[in-house]
């Protein structure tokens, strides 16, 4: 299927590995050229050169952290000097530490705050100008299961994800009569270093073995697996293409049937 990506722009966050590196990726397969950004700068720009020899789009490499409003900022202004406007937009970020609510700190969830919504929110804010006047938009949000189906011992993704899932509502609205879409993906329990953590903090808790606690969860998803981040990055860039233009402000789960409600 041709997506109509090639010659687009897409800013990819939190895309030196796991789900944001699998969504680049697919980006560029289809032609987009990218601008990535991740905290470390080394792992960055081995990403960045590994997808720009595997698919020969050009590729920059912008080293900054969402939790900081100012490197937010930078981020988005280095992707306009580097191409002149971005199209695609996929916020992403690492996940906040596992908590319970008296667990987790005053400063806890101000920090997960800050890189969740706050990183999301200043990341639009620069780029939808263009879009609109350009006419053309698409803006992909990497929140969670969490956000249909609540997970134990996770308040923070719990809470602050869901923020950002009513944020993108209400935006895809209001951008829509300009070509504009807002759109959330679901990652379900998917095999990144991420799950990794957050196995052996359950496990811990628990008291059992890692390998229990994988096995009690895949148990619970009717797929029978965990999921592979280049299936969420399949779904992500239809919803960045042409082909996707009447879908908007839609929260899709790619999870293998583990969320049990309707919608």
Do not use: C
């Not at 720009?45 to 930078?74: F, Q």
């Not at 606690?213 to 697996?225: H, K, Q």
Request: hydrophobic letters at 45%; a neutral charge; aromatic letters at 4%.
């Amino acid at each position: 299927m041709e997506l109509g990506l090639r010659g687009r722009v897409a800013l990819v966050a939190g895309s030196s590995r796991g789900l944001g590196r699998a969504i680049a990726h697919e980006l560029a397969v289809e032609g987009a050229s990218l601008v990535l950004s991740a905290r470390g700068r080394e792992r960055l720009e081995e990403t960045a050169l590994a997808i720009a020899t595997a698919t020969g789009v050009k590729v920059a490499p912008v080293a900054a952290d969402v939790s900081r409003v100012e490197d937010v900022r930078r981020l988005a202004s280095s992707a306009l000097d580097a191409f002149g406007r971005v199209d695609i937009l996929v916020t992403n970020s690492g996940g906040p530490p596992p908590g319970t609510f008296e667990s987790t700190t005053p400063e806890a969830w101000r920090a997960a705050t800050d890189t969740l919504l706050t990183s999301a929110v200043e990341l639009i804010r620069p780029l939808l100008p263009g879009m609109k006047e350009r006419r053309f938009g698409r803006i992909l949000n990497v929140t969670s299961i969490t956000v249909k189906q609540p997970v134990e011992n996770l308040i923070l993704s719990n809470a602050l994800r869901a923020a950002v899932t009513g944020m993108a509502r209400s935006l895809s609205n209001e951008v829509a009569p300009f070509g504009i879409t807002v759109n959330n993906l679901l990652p379900g329990y998917t095999r990144t270093e991420r799950l990794l953590e957050l196995a052996e903090a359950s496990a811990h808790r628990a008291g059992t073995p890692v390998g229990e606690w994988s096995e009690r969860l895949v148990r619970d998803i009717p797929a029978g697996r965990l999921g592979d981040p280049r299936e969420l990055a399949a779904l992500a860039a239809f919803l960045a293409s042409d082909r996707a233009g009447y879908i908007t402000g839609q929260s899709i789960a790619v999870d293998g049937g583990w969320i049990r409600g309707l919608f």
